[in-house]
């Protein structure tokens, strides 16, 4: 069975109840808004701001490699381009199909969630937000405005991004707690309150003011 083959018998799927939701649930990542909505809340919580920090930078990282490398250079036509026929539950997007954007966003988002550490996001928002992004792939093919292998590399890419935006926010984290050794006297290459090497006993190296030969 071809793609669109599979595209057309979601069609079936279609009526009057489902129609509405879908297209209002893809339309709130029609620019990511939705998971970086996400990401800005979990900032506001400490249990939760670095998993946050992760989600912002995986939707970036998977935007750029997705809407500015993937797209431009392979410009896949669309389904809906190739059979123009069908009615649409969307406004008819432009752009290459390959990857899907709309899923890369989601993927990103909840793979940062998977891979997130010390703190772990919740489970509870973990698994929320993983069904989340698989309702967004799903909701493309649905709309007939991208194939199952732009939604599957999409998931990739996403994935992929996810996992590097945690361990770049593990570095980032593991740096900021990194304790500061206050320094001493200006000019000193030692730290406040220790010894130079020279004089261990009194804290003055040879030749220092008051003392003797």
Known sequence: ???????????????????????????TSNHGELWILLGLVLLCFRRTRKAGAGVLVA???GAVVTNLTIKPLLMRP?????????AMIVPRPSGSSF???????????AAALWFARKPAAPAGLIAGVTVAAALMGLSRMYCYVHYPTDV????????????????LMDAFWKQRAKPSI???????????????????DDGRGPGAPGTRP
Request: proline share 11%; with cysteine; hydrophobic share 45%.
């Open 182 to 200: 206050p320094r001493g006297p200006a000019g000193s290459d030692y730290p406040a309150g220790t010894d130079s090497p020279n004089n261990p």
């Open 99 to 109: 990857p899907s954007g709309h899923t890369t966003a989601a993927f990103a988002a």
């Open 59 to 61: 939707v970036a990282l």
């Open 1 to 27: 069975m071809n793609e669109l083959a599979i595209l057309d018998a979601m069609q079936a799927w279609h009526n009057p109840v489902l129609d509405p939701l879908v297209a209002v649930f893809t339309s």
């Open 152 to 167: 599957l590399a999409g998931a990739i890419v996403g994935t992929l991004a996810g996992l590097v935006a945690a361990r």
């Open 78 to 86: 669309r389904p809906c381009d190739v059979n123009a026929t069908v």
